[in-house]
């Protein structure tokens, strides 16, 4: 059977489990599909002549996906795509029809996918050697077939020397290191060169602190603190623990490869021109600084500044990003949106019932899920799987757009020793239960699943009660983050019941409106000035301030830049029509020139300024001077004219008073001022 993108090859592996052609071809608007047995043995004729066709292929097995390949390549055609249908859904001991859920499953397959953008880093192949004792110089020894190796000894205890030593030995501990693959940059302490001379122990001569080099690769064995706040995908740095040979043996293996040239996916963009992180030194948002695990991201003026090179794509920082200025794209926000919406939807209309998204990564969800089906009971019918290359970086738009679409749930489960990690996630999860609370629908429908065990994590998902449905709905994912995310909770908002058009959320969301103090506020307007999302506006028709509340990302900017410390934020969303438009927060009485009568200022900002200025500053000492506070630029210019005056005196400090001066005043009866503006 064809779909839009690729002819399908199924296969129930043996029958060892039930796979319902007619109920997945209905899914398709098809009337049967054919459903092999041993499509990789007795019938891999019939996956030859499928790819005599020309037609790209889609080929319903993953274990067996190297030999595809492998015959793909030898008769000179594109290789299959493939998907899992049997650790993922027909492994099961569930009772209900998987058939559904493999519809699922495969139709996701056959989507397009945009790749990410790719970075090329070049490893010359040096590497530091980090380590104590006998074991690290072994270590070396074998690292030095492939690399170019550098010995830094943290222990000299135990070693014995080689006859032939081909590579050079230090003495020395790490102060910090920074940077990752191809560019790493070290400090040690201690740092001396080996005595070639040393007979027993390694000697070494004029130790120094403070000594800087660079390498292409880390390899930590020292079993002490790691230099890196997360090692967890930093490429090219390596770690294990001394008292474990085989754990050394696998970073050996790991890290010997490291020499060359290498690509990476760039896991994220970043748009500077909505970035909310500052504004003239006023710090307001700091979310993905915040919650990015490795530290890729640090601030750079307005914005900020991410190093794709230490970047691992946890995805934390766009998943928590209010503006959508960081934007994962691996894979991108509508690729993801779609993905989901096409699991929930073709599972529905194979007859699946009250499903379940599960989202898992790769390196961790993966083999946990493959453990349950292959010694347990796998995961049950109605729970459907979704890999992504990070759980923990699924924002609220993505969890939004997964119950508007038809999942009555959504459990995402993460790496337990990734649990300090989470903190974005957590957040977007009490966003959504906000959310749904205030639209009348049942909230705690999104739950973490921290659990390396198979038998927990399957009892849990088995023993789990699934709530009532929300709605079958889906849109078309184009916009920014905050477009799709309003989308989304629009279609849950028409399946709900609000209570309310006002929904208060936790302090920590990205939506919310700008509160202001009459009494306080003197519309100067620095907070328009500094706003980064243009939601604060000015009119200049009147002395007004307004306010966008759906462009408002609650960065707190304008509170940080407001003089009078008049403005507060108020976290929530408003499912008013209005929210688009602007609306008035504060107005005053338009100040009239005392001479033209034309407005020119707000009533309360010049109110402020003769109160701060006038009798107090040497410019506004006499009744004069003061008046002109209250005339518009014209008519200040003009009655400074006036008598053939200068108008730009007003800028000159007056000259200093002498004691002659006292004395001629005193002789003509006059004060110092009468007598000083006499002259």
Request: hydrophobic fraction near 40%; include cysteine.
């Amino acid at each position: 059977m064809s779909f839009p993108n690729r002819r399908l090859l199924v296969c129930n592996c043996e029958k060892s489990m039930t796979v319902r052609g007619p109920t997945i071809a209905h899914a398709f608007g098809a009337e049967d599909l054919r459903v092999h047995t041993q499509l990789c043995r007795s019938e891999i004729a019939e996956y030859e002549k499928a790819l005599e066709g020309g037609e790209p292929l889609c080929v319903a097995c993953t274990q067996e996906s190297p030999l595809f390949s492998e015959i793909a390549e030898e008769a000179g055609r594109e290789a299959p795509s493939y998907v899992n249908i049997r650790e993922m859904a027909g492994w099961s001991a569930d009772n209900a029809d998987p058939s559904p859920k493999m519809a699922a499953l495969m139709a996701t397959a056959t989507l397009p996918v945009k790749p990410a953008r790719l970075r090329t880093i070049e490893s010359d192949g040096l590497c530091l050697v980090m380590g104590g004792g006998q074991a690290a110089l072994e270590a070396a020894q074998l690292l030095n077939r492939t690399l170019s190796v550098t010995l830094l000894l943290t222990d000299r205890d135990d070693v014995i020397l080689p006859p032939v030593l081909d590579f050079p030995v230090f003495c020395g501990r790490l102060r910090s290191a920074r940077g990752s693959l191809g560019a790493f940059e070290v400090i040690v302490d201690g740092y001396a060169p080996m005595l070639p001379s040393s007979r027993g122990a390694p000697q070494f001569a004029m130790p120094r602190d403070g000594a800087a080099s660079n390498c292409s690769v880390l390899f930590d064995m020292t079993g002490g603190a790691a230099p890196f706040a997360r090692t967890e995908g930093r490429d090219g740095y390596f770690r294990a623990d001394p008292g474990d040979p085989a754990a050394v043996m696998r970073a050996i293996f790991e890290a010997s490869g490291f020499e060359g040239e290498f690509e990476k996916p760039i896991y994220i963009s970043y748009d500077a021109s909505i970035c909310a992180h500052e504004r003239s030194r006023k710090t307001g948002c700091t979310k993905c600084i915040d919650n990015c695990p490795p530290g890729a991201i640090t601030p750079d003026g307005d914005g900020v500044k991410v190093d794709a090179g230490i970047c691992g794509g946890c995805g934390n920082c766009a998943a928590h990003c209010p503006t959508g200025a960081v934007s994962y794209e691996y894979p991108q926000r509508g690729a993801l949106i779609e993905r989901i919406q096409t699991l929930a939807r073709i599972y529905l209309d194979a007859g699946g019932e009250a499903p379940v998204l599960l989202i898992h990564d790769g390196e961790y969800g993966t083999p946990l899920i493959n453990a349950m089906a292959r010694f347990g009971r796998g995961l049950p019918a109605n729970v459907i799987p979704l890999e992504l290359h990070s759980a923990s970086g699924v924002g609220h738009d993505a969890l939004a757009a997964g119950l508007a679409a038809g999942f009555r749930a959504i459990r995402v489960l993460v790496d337990p020793r990734k649990g300090g990690e989470l903190g974005a996630l957590e957040e977007e999860i009490r966003l959504m239960d906000a959310l749904l609370a205030g639209l009348g629908l049942e909230s705690g429908r999104i739950r973490v699943l921290p659990d390396n065990d198979p038998d927990a994590l399957e009892a849990a998902l088995y023993a789990a009660d699934t709530p009532g449905e929300i709605a079958r709905s889906a849109f078309t994912p184009v916009g920014g983050k905050r477009e799709v995310a309003r989308a989304a909770i629009a279609l849950l908002a028409s399946a709900g019941a609000p209570a309310d058009e006002i929904i208060h959320l936790p302090e920590s969301a990205p939506y919310g409106a700008v509160e202001v103090d009459n009494d306080k506020c003197t519309l100067c307007l620095a907070c328009v000035s500094s706003c980064p999302t243009d939601a604060l506006r000015d009119n200049p028709d009147k002395p007004q301030l307004r306010l966008v509340e759906a462009a408002c990302v609650q960065c707190g900017i304008c509170a940080a830049t407001c003089p009078e410390d008049a403005i507060a934020l108020a976290p929530r969303y408003n499912l008013s029509a209005g929210v688009m438009q602007p609306v008035t927060l504060y107005e005053d009485e338009p100040a009239e020139c005392i001479r033209c009568g034309k407005p020119f200022a707000a009533r309360g900002v010049l109110d402020r300024v003769k109160s701060e200025l006038g009798g107090k500053h040497w410019m506004f000492q006499s009744a004069e001077r003061v008046a002109l506070i209250e005339m518009c630029d014209n008519c200040r210019l003009e009655t400074l004219s006036e008598g053939g005056r200068d108008p730009f005196a007003m800028a000159t400090r007056q000259r200093m008073r002498t004691t002659d001066d006292y004395v001629q005043a005193e002789k003509k009866g006059l004060s110092i001022e009468d007598f000083l503006s006499e002259e």
